[in-house]
């Protein structure tokens, strides 16, 4: 069975720094491209960002690019996300996702249950 | 950024058959896919590549569509399947749309 588990949310003061993990299990960890999708309360859905299998390409939306980075270590089938100069805007609920490759196309599968961040002084 | 719109909200009686509707800003060809998040849950892929079925999701789920205009189709509508319904396209780099939140009479 496919689980994805993430961790490290909370609440955390304005212009500090939060990194959250997200361990998976149930299948090949490094076959995967990995991403992160973030909701607002009562909002929609934000892609954040993906990691390819080695860490070699790492792809983030232009307005997170500077203070978030994505990261994994395979060994510990973990994958990570730093986030840093956090602001009341940054305040949602993250999910980590597996994504799946059909040909140049991928979707995401498989998601975590997400963790809450709340940025509040 | 390719931008999705979807309508808010939809509300129909069970039984009845309700289509999902998403225009993409720019043609996305069938790199279109759909999602559905009931309250306090994550998503969950229903539909992928604009018309197939996620294994495990029930055939009254069906999608088709290809270049700026998507659709998802619930055939008969159930109680269960009170939701928001994303879509989201991988043209480029990931967007979704608003969402559709479906509420049953």
């Known amino acids: 069975e496919v689980k994805l588990v993430e961790s490290g949310g909370g609440l955390v003061q304005p212009g500090r720094s939060l990194k959250l993990s997200c361990a998976a299990s149930?299948?090949?960890?490094?076959?995967?491209?990995m991403g992160w999708v973030r909701q607002a309360p009562g909002k929609g859905l934000e892609w954040i960002g993906e990691?390819?299998?080695?860490?070699?390409?790492?792809n983030y939306t232009p307005s997170l690019k500077d203070k978030f980075t994505i990261s994994r270590d395979n060994a510990q089938n973990t994958l990570y996300l730093q986030m840093s100069k956090l602001g009341s805007e940054d305040t949602a609920i993250y999910y980590c996702?597996?994504?799946?490759?059909?040909?140049?196309?991928?979707?995401?599968?498989?998601w975590g249950q997400g963790v809450m961040v709340t940025v509040s002084s | 950024d390719t931008v999705l719109t979807q309508s808010p909200a939809l509300a129909v009686s069970p039984g009845e058959r309700v289509t999902i509707s998403c225009r993409a800003s720019?043609?996305?060809?069938?790199?279109m896919h759909w999602y559905q998040q009931k309250p306090g849950q994550q998503p969950k892929l229903l539909i992928y590549?604009?018309?197939n079925l996620e294994s495990g999701v029930p055939a009254r789920f069906s999608g088709s569509g290809s270049g700026t205009d998507f659709t998802l189709t619930i055939d008969p509508v159930e109680a269960d399947d009170t939701a928001t319904y994303y879509c989201?396209?991988?043209?480029?780099?990931?967007?979704f749309g608003g969402g559709t939140k479906l509420e049953l009479k």
């Open positions: 989201q396209q991988s043209w480029n780099d990931p967007t």
């Open positions: 990691i390819n299998q080695d860490s070699s390409t790492i």
């Open positions: 720019e043609s996305v060809s069938t790199l």
């Open positions: 996702a597996r994504e799946t490759t059909e040909g140049i196309s991928y979707y995401f599968d498989y």
């Open positions: 149930g299948f090949s960890f490094n076959d995967y491209w």
């Open positions: 590549l604009a018309s």
